[in-house]
T-cell receptor
Framework: DVKVTQSSRYLVKRTGEKVFLECVQD?????MFWYRQDPGLGLRLIYF???????EKGDIPEGYSVSREKKERFSLILESASTNQTSMYLC?????????????FGPGTRLTVT | AQRVTQPEKLLSVFKGAPVELKCNYS??????LFWYVQYSRQRLQLLLR??SRESIKGFTADLNKGETSFHLKKPFAQEEDSAMYYC??????????FGTGTSLTVIP
């Protein structure tokens, strides 16, 4: 059974804090993604990675950075959290070779910045 | 540029009625198109993809390249179909673009 896990389901942080969101997949997928999900705006891609140490900006990378030191782990970093980063964050992984390019999603982390 | 458009944010239908969730896309190449679904308190999951040409839970979607559409259809809606539905497009390089989603409510 494929699995994408995220380190926290709920997180509350203060403005200005550095925030780490962790995502781990056990499917040996090459590609990993970070999205934020907001009502009325759908899923917006923040960053994605198609290999270890590789990253590409998505549509809304401002205020975020990522790290992928190992194939199975993809971290999203908010360098200085702001209230407009309050959102649901979804991690996903995919593999064209192993999974026909289907994206597998984690359960999400609901981040509140106060 | 808006690559995937779902014009309806909310859609309500009665149980047993047909349902159609609209999706239009803009992409000059040959896209790979998907429908994802998120049931209450569950993670987002794949419903179907156009290359499979299969029917999942009674849903079908046909790619119309002339109209650049990939509408999701089901002839008889069920209460368990109530969920958030996202249309998505994948282009070479594995980047995905999702629409803004349609929340479907099936009224008993």
């Amino acid at each position: 059974d494929v699995k994408v896990t995220q380190s926290s389901r709920y997180l509350v942080k203060r403005t200005g804090e550095k925030v780490f969101l962790e995502c781990v997949q056990d499917m040996d997928h090459e590609n990993m993604f970070w999205y934020r999900q907001d009502p009325g705006l759908g899923l917006r891609l923040i960053y994605f990675s198609y290999d270890v140490k590789m990253k590409e900006k998505g549509d809304i990378p401002e205020g975020y950075s990522v790290s992928r030191e190992k194939k199975e782990r993809f971290s999203l970093i908010l360098e200085s959290a702001s209230t407009n980063q309050t959102s649901m964050y979804l991690c996903a992984s995919s593999s064209v070779v192993l999974a026909g390019n289907e994206q597998y999603f984690g359960p999400g982390t609901r981040l509140t910045v106060t | 540029a808006q690559r995937v458009t779902q014009p309806e944010k909310l859609l309500s239908v009665f149980k047993g009625a047909p349902v159609e969730l609209k999706c239009n896309y803009s992409y000059s190449g040959s896209p790979e198109l998907f429908w994802y679904v998120q049931y209450s308190r569950q993670r987002l999951q794949l419903l179907l993809r156009h290359i499979s040409r299969e029917s999942i839970k009674g849903f079908t979607a046909d790619l119309n390249k002339g109209e650049t559409s990939f509408h999701l259809k089901k002839p008889f809606a069920q209460e368990e179909d109530s969920a958030m539905y996202y249309c998505a497009l994948s282009r070479p390089g594995n980047q995905f673009y999702f629409g803004t989603g349609t929340s479907l409510t099936v009224i008993p």
